[in-house]
């Protein structure tokens, strides 16, 4: 089910780095180097695939921007969230 536009707003409060990117919900991060950024990437699609739910991706040498948006509900759901959170898991680990 689609979040109301209150209901996204409470939860990027509490989601570091994500923020409104027209109908997505996005998120960029910086990598010391090429290899890191991939091993990053890898570690997203792995996530991504284990949710059955796939970000678009943007990779560039040292940083990567990621957008999460739920096609089939035109617009961001507690899927997006979900993801978004196991995502920003992995720059912990």
């Given amino acids: 089910m689609r979040l109301n536009k209150k209901e996204i707003e ?33 570690r ?8 059955n739910h796939h970000p678009d991706i943007c990779i560039y040498y040292n940083r ?12 961001i759901t507690e899927k997006d969230f979900t993801l978004a959170e196991q995502i920003n898991q992995l720059l912990q680990q």
């Fill in 44 to 51: 997203v699609a792995d996530v991504a695939e284990a949710l």
């Fill in 64 to 75: 990567v921007v990621i957008s999460v948006y739920t096609h089939s509900e035109d617009g």
């Fill in 10 to 42: 409470n939860k990027l409060r509490q989601l570091p780095n994500w923020q409104m990117q027209g109908k997505a919900i996005g998120a960029e991060f910086q990598f010391s180097d090429f290899p890191e950024t991939i091993r990053f990437v890898n």
